[in-house]
């Protein structure tokens, strides 16, 4: 019986350290429009984005002229050196994550249009 679960743990292990990690909110950026978020420092190989967008009054329930789109850049890079994160049209409501396997110093460059973000920069709990 010991043998068993013995084997049963060392099966799982593995699955439970990828599912049953946890991630911890590094940065958290607000706003509406075209800006650009303060600059951040990444030190962990992997690392994601969570972001979300809800319509405002000028956007029906289909969602149309509400646009949220998300660049990661590093300063001093212009907008074409950068990298697309989000680029999400015409739905009213926008919400998702995305992952990322660099280190270094970013920023990110919102461009929206009839609804406010909300952008969390998160990294692993050890």
Same mark, same amino acid.
């Given at each position: 019986m010991k043998f068993k679960f013995l084997l049963f743990s060392i099966i799982l292990l593995p699955f439970s350290?990828?599912?049953?990690?946890?991630?911890?909110t590094v940065e958290n950026f607000s706003g509406s429009g075209i800006k650009n978020t303060a600059a951040f420092t990444i &030190?962990? /190989? =992997?690392?994601? +984005?969570?972001?979300?967008?809800?319509g405002n009054s000028f956007v029906d329930e289909t969602g149309a002229g509400h646009v949220l789109q998300l660049f990661l850049l590093?300063?001093?890079? &212009?907008? /074409? =050196?950068?990298? +697309?994160l989000v680029n999400q049209v015409n739905?009213?409501?926008?919400?998702?994550?995305?992952?990322l396997y660099k280190t270094g110093r970013f920023y990110i460059k919102?461009?929206?249009?009839?609804?406010?973000w909300e952008i969390l920069v998160q990294v692993r709990k050890e």
């Amino acid at each position: 019986m010991k043998f068993k679960f013995l084997l049963f743990s060392i099966i799982l292990l593995p699955f439970s350290s990828v599912f049953g990690q946890e991630w911890e909110t590094v940065e958290n950026f607000s706003g509406s429009g075209i800006k650009n978020t303060a600059a951040f420092t990444i &030190n962990k /190989s =992997e690392w994601r +984005i969570k972001y979300k967008s809800e319509g405002n009054s000028f956007v029906d329930e289909t969602g149309a002229g509400h646009v949220l789109q998300l660049f990661l850049l590093k300063p001093g890079e &212009n907008l /074409s =050196e950068g990298e +697309i994160l989000v680029n999400q049209v015409n739905k009213p409501k926008i919400s998702g994550d995305t992952y990322l396997y660099k280190t270094g110093r970013f920023y990110i460059k919102s461009n929206s249009a009839n609804g406010d973000w909300e952008i969390l920069v998160q990294v692993r709990k050890e």
